[in-house]
């Protein structure tokens, strides 16, 4: 067997060619199951319970709990949390070199937050 010497270019969804908004919503996706694994972890709910929480099929609560969310989207993601009367939020940045060069053409707010 031969070892792979692939040297990634600093983003390994960039490497297996995902467009930078499919690489965002992975990102994304990912860091919300994060979060709503380690709240359900610290309220100790079981498959059975996490039913009637997220009002939601057995099946689907299964899926969720083994990281198998490729076909749920961030909205449904999203009404889980609020399920759990979990917080969340979204932060939307400029590029680093945003300001380079350029006068902005209108005052933009620096990030978008919903609560």
């Known amino acids: 067997m031969s070892k792979s010497n692939h040297i990634t270019t600093g983003d390994v969804l960039d490497d297996l060619g995902f467009s930078r908004s499919e690489a965002s919503a992975l990102k994304i996706k990912a860091s919300i199951v994060e979060a709503i694994l380690a709240e359900i972890d610290r309220r100790g709910f079981t498959q059975r319970q ?19 969310i490729s076909k749920v989207s961030i909205e449904k993601l999203l009404s ?23 006068p902005a053409k209108r005052a933009a707010p620096k990030s978008a937050v919903y609560a």
Do not use: C, F, T, W
């Open 50 to 68: 996490l039913v009637d929480v997220l009002d939601e099929y057995q099946p689907n609560v299964s899926n969720l709990l083994h990281g198998r």
């Open 80 to 102: 889980y949390a609020d399920r759990l009367k979990m917080r969340s939020s979204i932060e939307l940045r400029p590029p680093a070199n945003a300001d380079r060069g350029k």
